[in-house]
């Protein structure tokens, strides 16, 4: 089983920064991609951005120039550090892991974090 544990999420200030990190923990033989998906009330979940571990990354349009992912592979963590905070960024914010391989077999799995509220202030 592999955990994701997410931290640094909080009330902020419009233009403030916060930055939020998530640990994979458990039985991890690799993971292909982390990143960071966001919901908001009566809103879908979309994905904020994510990186593979070679580190090419995707970013939400209205995120570029403000959000920088970043990944330590060899702790099995992604961070997320957002800058120029806005109120349409408040969501609750997940982690996920994909195509993740818990031993050198071929199957790969889902995780998501159990999400942490960012809320922006006008």
């Known amino acids: 089983q592999v955990h994701l544990a997410e931290s640094g999420g909080g009330l902020v200030q419009f233009g403030g920064s916060l930055r939020l990190s998530c640990a994979a923990s458990?039985?991890?033989?690799?993971?292909?991609?982390m990143g960071w998906y966001r919901q908001a009330p009566g809103k879908q979940r979309e994905l904020v951005a994510d990186?593979?571990?070679?580190?090419?990354?995707n970013y939400l349009d209205s995120v570029k120039g403000r959000f920088t992912i970043s990944r330590d592979n060899a702790k099995n963590m992604v961070y997320l550090q957002m800058n120029s905070l806005k109120p349409e960024d408040t969501a609750v914010y997940y982690c996920?892991?994909?195509?993740?391989?818990?031993?050198?077999?071929?199957?790969?799995?889902?995780?998501w974090g159990q999400g942490t509220q960012v809320t922006v202030s006008s």
């Open positions: 990186m593979t571990s070679g580190g090419s990354t």
């Open positions: 458990g039985s991890i033989f690799s993971i292909y991609v």
């Open positions: 996920n892991a994909n195509r993740v391989r818990i031993d050198s077999r071929p199957y790969e799995y889902v995780y």
